[in-house]
């Protein structure tokens, strides 16, 4: 089917029931706006008619896990002392993630820890504020808030808003700009928390928080992929490779692992960093729910196209992750399109606010 770009007018061919039988919707393509807001996933729709490029489709890969690459052990541990370099995670945010392992947990204590940190309070307010939770204008403390939002809730909008000041800002080793890496972490944070909810609702705020710190290690690894940007450029093209693969054959192990360990410093639970060390294989996981919950996400975060195409296109499932969670290959439009909805709603008026303060 076809759809219009209600901008330049230019017609784009998208795939065939992405859009249920009479609903109507506004659709700005890429080159009008390139910022959050369209409702049609970039990634899901073909170039303009007359261009025989196709979106491939989710085919599983294996991961080939005896393939040693090359590393430079002296560059490794310089990579790995360096994690000690990376902004802290804001103490309010650990302190709560601290109070919520306990069994005493108080929402007044919470609140009040929250309240003593100004710039937290107000991005949590903005937050709290935003589409996605439906209070837009009526929160106006954080004593209100947690009242509305429960502590669960409460939780997961100040991480928000501590992790918002660690993962802003370009990363030219990777290509990025400002804002790609958040955006693709809110994605892959609300894709994990969707997952969670269909599946075990139990870990909804485990998932969530987990896909928001993702991608993390990039930050650190950012400038010595940088430094052998050429290098790492010809790799992938002359080899058909992704960017995972140059980080294992260039640094001897990958973001994820770095990722792992980031979040040791940063004293979150432990099913949190294995999880992530092993969201692009989560075959190797001894069938860790979680892992594989994060895989699913980034890639339908991907399809997305919200913050960065990671990997281009090459980025695929690992054999087996869509039995394992038993989703349904029909059911990828559908979670792509509650992963659109959610970053829409969460940063369609606070995030530039989040940017500026």
Request: hydrophobic content about 40%; glycine content about 6%.
């Amino acid at each position: 089917m076809n759809i219009e770009c209600s901008k330049c007018k230019t017609n784009f061919k998208i795939k065939d029931g992405l859009i249920p039988t009479g609903k109507k919707i506004t659709f700005i393509c890429k080159n009008c706006r390139p910022n959050i807001g369209s409702e049609i996933p970039k990634s899901l729709i073909e170039k303009p008619i007359g261009n025989n490029a196709k979106l491939p489709a989710i085919e599983p890969t294996k991961t080939d896990a005896s393939k040693m690459y090359e590393n430079d052990i002296g560059l490794k541990q310089k990579i790995i002392s360096s994690i000690k370099d990376l902004p802290l995670m804001p103490q309010v945010v650990l302190e709560i993630q601290h109070m919520l392992s306990a069994t005493d947990i108080s929402i007044k204590k919470i609140s009040n820890l929250v309240e003593s940190d100004q710039s937290i309070t107000a991005k949590v307010l903005k937050i709290a504020n935003s589409a996605y939770y439906g209070m837009s204008g009526k929160i106006s403390t954080i004593q209100q808030a947690s009242r509305v939002l429960g502590l669960m809730g409460l939780s997961e909008v100040v991480t928000l808003a501590g992790a918002e000041r660690v993962l802003v800002g370009k990363l030219p080793g990777y290509g990025y700009e400002s804002e790609d890496l958040w955006k693709h972490s809110l994605a892959v944070a609300y894709g994990s928390k969707v997952l969670a909810t269909l599946l075990d609702p139990g870990i909804c705020n485990t998932a969530h928080i987990a896909g928001l710190i993702h991608d993390a290690g990039k930050i650190i690894l950012d400038r010595f992929v940088a430094s052998k940007k050429t290098e790492i450029n010809i790799f992938m093209e002359t080899e058909k490779k992704t960017f995972l693969d140059a980080e294992n054959k260039f640094f001897g192990f990958n973001h994820a692992d770095v990722t792992s360990e980031i979040c040791k410093k940063w004293k979150f639970p432990n099913v949190m960093s294995y999880a992530i060390k092993w969201h692009h294989a989560p075959s190797q996981s001894n069938k860790d729910f979680l892992s594989h919950i994060l895989h699913v996400s980034d890639y339908l975060a991907t399809l997305s196209g919200i913050g960065y195409d990671d990997d281009d296109l090459l980025y695929q499932l690992e054999e087996g992750t869509m039995d394992f969670l038993k989703i349904k290959q029909t059911d990828v439009s559908g979670l792509v399109a509650k992963i659109t909805d959610a970053v829409n709603k969460i940063s369609s008026t606070e995030l530039e606010g989040l940017s500026t303060n």
